[in-house]
T-cell receptor, first 117, second 118 residues
């Protein structure tokens, strides 16, 4: 099956620093990648959708300047949490879609736990 | 309005018994896909099963089957012969076929916590 990796798996940082999370599709080309945020015992909240080579589409309420998304290639998307604060602590999950015309092709990464002190 | 509704915050089932996790959805788009994911305590989302809106038969994958009732807009997950390792959060999700042909934005339900006890 399709494999999506995320790096790092967990990160602890000081308030005010920036953190970059990578999402890679290892064995397929991902035309679309999604970034989610999940608080404990809650559902996944879509943050943004990114298509390779174009700007990400952010969901309402998600700050573009706070959460920078880059989808530079068909196998890599990055999420940078800029000037992180404790309220940014969360579980961030990416997913990659191989074919936008096939609804079932969405594969999740293992997630990144971010703790901002 | 909620597009995906999972009314059971928690479910208990005895090992080896079957359990049904409920999911109802709301869409006016004729083209959509329904998914079930399992999320163990480790956090990763594990794809279980998929049902397309045009699929004639209910999807099955091993011990998982999807009871798709289109007219009632329900897509319940049935797990047969529950195992202790099935204890996890289960999320129902839907992706709608966008009219403009853009990205199909997935929507997740709130999830159901399943506990399998011996």
């Amino acid at each position: 099956g399709a494999v999506v990796s995320q790096h790092p798996s967990r990160v602890i940082c000081k308030s005010g620093t920036s953190v970059k999370i990578e999402c890679r599709s290892l064995d397929f080309q991902a035309t679309t990648m999604f970034w989610y945020r999940q608080f404990p015992k809650q559902s996944l909240m879509l943050m943004a959708t990114s298509n390779e080579g174009s700007k990400a589409t952010y969901e309402q309420g998600v700050e573009k300047d706070k959460f920078l998304i880059n989808h530079a290639s068909l196998t890599l998307s990055t999420l940078t949490v800029t000037s992180a604060h404790p309220e940014d602590s969360s579980f961030y999950i990416c997913s990659a879609s191989a074919d936008a015309l096939r609804l079932e092709t969405q594969y999740f990464g293992p997630g990144t736990r971010l703790l901002v002190l | 309005a909620q597009k995906i509704t999972q009314t059971q915050p928690g479910m208990f089932v005895q090992e080896k018994e079957a359990v049904t996790l409920d999911c109802t959805y709301d869409t006016s788009d004729p083209s959509y896909g329904l998914f079930w994911y399992k999320q163990p305590s480790s956090g990763e989302m594990i794809f279980l099963i998929y049902q397309g809106s045009y699929d004639q038969q209910n999807a099955t994958e091993g011990r998982y089957s999807l009871n798709f009732q289109k007219a009632r807009k329900s897509a319940n997950l049935v797990i047969s012969a529950s195992q202790l390792g099935d204890s996890a959060m289960y999320f129902c999700a839907m992706r709608e076929g966008g009219k403009s042909g853009g990205s199909y934005i997935p929507t997740f339900g709130r999830g159901t916590s399943l506990i399998v006890h011996p």
